[in-house]
C-alpha cells in the first residue's frame, strides 16, 4: 500500500485526495497528515522542497509534486480507465485531470 502524506490545508494535497476516491483508490493509498511547519515531521527527507503531498511507494522511493502525484495514480495504481462512454465516468476523468492543473 503507498501512503499519501500532505498537509489538509493545502489545496495540492486536496487534488490528490479527491484524486484518491473519485479512482476508487482508498483500499490501495493510506492517507496521512504532514506538517509543512513542524521540524520533528519527516516531510523535509521525504520530499527534498519540503512540500505537500507526497507519495511514498512501496519500495520506499517518493513521489512529488501534485501533477506527477496525480499522473501516477491514474496510470499506474488505478485498476479501471475512465472511458468516454460514460458520462458520470467521463466526468469524473475530467476532475482528476483537471486537477493536475486548477484547484478544486
Do not use: C, W
Amino acid at each position: 500500500m503507498v501512503t499519501l502524506r500532505t498537509g489538509f490545508g493545502s489545496p495540492f494535497g486536496r487534488k490528490a485526495r479527491i484524486a484518491v476516491s473519485v479512482l476508487g483508490l482508498d483500499d490501495k493509498v493510506k492517507v496521512e497528515p504532514a506538517s509543512t511547519q513542524d521540524d520533528s515531521d519527516p516531510l523535509p527527507k521525504q520530499n527534498p522542497l519540503g512540500k505537500v503531498p507526497v507519495l511514498i511507494l512501496d519500495d520506499g522511493s517518493t513521489l512529488f509534486d501534485s501533477p506527477v502525484v496525480l499522473e501516477y495514480l491514474y496510470v499506474d495504481l488505478s485498476d479501471s480507465r475512465f472511458t468516454i462512454t460514460g458520462a458520470q465516468n467521463g466526468y469524473a476523468f475530467g476532475l482528476v485531470r483537471a486537477g493536475v492543473n486548477y484547484h478544486f
